[in-house]
């Protein structure tokens, strides 16, 4: 009896031997694999570190570089090629390699600055920015500039924002260029109707040249409503080729100049039709005019 009672001792107490150098020998694995684990993310962290900064100093050098042989930067620029810089640095590590963003933040500082000046409410964070610059960049490919021409520029943002008005609506207009003798000028006439609120005014005027026949027509129908357009003059005007389609199918870029009795404003259009372009600028510079008025 005592024997058996040995031996069902001796038995439980190798199970609970056993259990134990089991259950140690399971800690033990946990913690060295554990331990494997913390040390290969330490040394993949170093690495990464590493990576990261040697991808900020290739970045540095080549601006570096860029700046002591330019004195402007474009992003078509070959320091700009991020896809060319990114592959180079899988030639320098065996494992691993960095990769370069590019991304153009001048444009949108350009329009807060610009919403600043104009006395606009926008922050940095306002989605709007972002459509306005995609805006502004896609009006650029086109042929538009806004250099001299900041009365148009701060009316595409009002646009942008929702605050600019209506001032009236064109509903047509023409243009005829008339000449009758060789040794006489050509004689310009142009028609135009519009509707201002309810009230629908056709007129017609004629002028030293389409343009100037066309300014005057569309000044002598809104008059009547905004007799503050007659303080407006013409100042200067301008017309640029563009390259791009060969000879009179080129487009042009119209820079409109007007002034008052307090200020002066430029304007742009732009058009493969001159009258086209004028008459865009022409439009921008009579409701900058009347922008004008109501914050006056």
Avoid at 92 to 102: P, T, Y
Avoid at 140 to 161: D, N, P, V, Y
Avoid at 177 to 194: C, R, S, W
Wanted: glycine letters at 6%; charged letters at 25%.
């Amino acid at each position: 009896m005592i024997l058996k009672d040995n031996k069902g001792f001796a038995l439980i107490l190798t199970i609970l031997i056993v259990s134990l150098v089991v259950v140690l020998t399971l800690q033990f694995n946990n913690s060295m694999w554990s331990d494997l684990y913390s040390s290969a993310n330490l040394r993949d962290g170093i690495r990464l570190r590493f990576i990261a900064r040697s991808g900020v100093n290739c970045a540095l050098a080549v601006l570096s570089e860029d700046f002591s042989s330019s004195d402007s930067d474009s992003l078509r620029e070959p320091w700009a090629n991020s896809k060319e810089l990114s592959l180079n640095s899988v030639i320098m590590f065996e494992n691993g390699h960095f990769q370069v963003e590019i991304s153009d933040l001048s444009g949108k500082s350009n329009i807060l600055a610009k919403a600043k000046q104009f006395g606009l409410d926008l922050e940095s964070h306002d989605p709007v920015v972002l459509d306005i610059v995609a805006q502004l960049k896609e009006l650029e490919s086109q042929g538009f500039q806004f250099e001299g021409a900041e009365a148009s520029f701060e009316l595409l943002m009002r646009k942008a924002l929702g605050s600019r008005r209506k001032y009236f609506d064109l509903l047509t207009f023409r243009v005829i260029d008339q000449k009758f003798k060789d040794n006489e000028p050509a004689q310009a006439e142009a028609t135009i109707k519009v509707r201002v609120g309810g009230h629908t005014e056709h007129t017609a005027a004629v002028g030293n040249g389409p343009v100037n026949a066309l300014d005057n027509a569309i000044r002598k129908a809104l008059e009547k409503f905004y007799p503050q357009l007659k303080e407006m003059v013409l100042e200067d005007y301008k017309v640029r080729v563009l390259p791009g389609s060969p000879g009179t199918e080129a487009k042009v870029r119209v820079l409109i100049e007007s002034r008052d009795q307090h200020d002066k404003w430029g304007t742009v259009g732009l058009s493969n039709d001159i009258i086209e372009a004028s008459w865009q600028a022409l439009v921008d510079a009579i409701c900058y005019k009347l922008l004008k008025s109501e914050k006056e």
